[in-house]
């Protein structure tokens, strides 16, 4: 039973495009939402994250939209650069029960063309 | 400034052996963590800690056993390997989830 959803397995996308990743969830519980980034060989590195009480967080380039209602979030990455070619993973956690751990999706393969 | 450095990075074990995967964090967190990333699994939690002496069974435990004997080290044992553990092991830390976790680079492991 998977309750944190990465459907699209891979993506690609031409530089200097919007790149938008899709994440759903099935625990009405979750309430706290992250993106993690992936390049080959090298452990997840945290991106930006998201809590229930926004809809929307912005640092910099990457920007994440919720939407509770449809328990739906996305990651926007604008402008694409080819550096952003990643496996990027969508995280969640039950804030209110303290340090639960994060339960992460299966990831999208971000390809930025040159 | 090591951050959460995990030893070995590569090996090759035979079926049925065991061996020790390590874990260190340098940043005083409190909490830890070990994750398997296979192809088109993601990361699925193995188990983690949430203080020094303590550790709880994640999503997928059966066959691994881990100590957390000391704050700072956070150890994934493997009693008798088998090739379904062929894997990579991510190792992680955290003071709380509001800050994210910190990866180590990763261990690379093949059961032939």
């Known amino acids: 039973d998977q309750q944190v959803k990465q459907n699209s397995p891979s993506l690609s996308v031409q530089e200097g495009r919007i790149s938008i990743l899709n994440c759903d969830y099935t625990?009405?519980?979750?309430?706290?939402f992250l993106w993690y980034k992936k390049y080959p060989a090298e452990g997840p590195t945290f991106l930006i994250s998201?809590?229930?009480?926004?809809d929307k967080n912005e640092d910099g380039r990457f920007t994440v939209f919720l939407n509770k209602s449809a328990k739906h979030l996305s990651l926007h990455i604008v402008p694409s650069q080819p550096g952003d070619s990643a496996v990027y993973f969508c995280?969640?956690?039950?804030?209110?029960?303290?340090?639960?751990?994060?339960?992460f999706g299966k990831g999208t393969r971000l390809s930025v063309i040159a | 400034n090591a951050g959460v450095t995990q030893t070995p990075k590569f090996r090759v074990l035979k079926t049925g052996q065991s061996m020790t995967l390590l874990c260190a964090q340098d940043?005083?967190?409190?909490?830890m963590y070990w994750y398997r990333q296979d192809p088109g699994m993601g990361l699925r939690l193995i188990h983690y800690?949430?203080?020094?002496?303590?550790?709880a069974k994640g999503e997928v435990p059966d066959g691994y056993n881990v100590s957390r004997l000391k704050k700072q080290n956070f150890l994934l044992g493997l009693e008798s390997a088998a090739p379904s553990q062929t894997s990579v092991y991510f190792c992680?830390?955290?003071?709380?989830?509001?800050?994210?976790?910190?990866f180590g680079s990763g261990t690379r492991l093949t059961v032939v």
């Open positions: 995280a969640a956690s039950p804030i209110g029960s303290g340090n639960t751990p994060l339960v």
């Open positions: 992680a830390s955290s003071y709380t989830v509001f800050e994210g976790y910190t």
């Open positions: 800690s949430v203080g020094e002496g303590t550790t």
């Open positions: 940043m005083n967190h409190e909490y």
């Open positions: 625990n009405s519980m979750f309430d706290y």
């Open positions: 998201i809590s229930s009480i926004k």
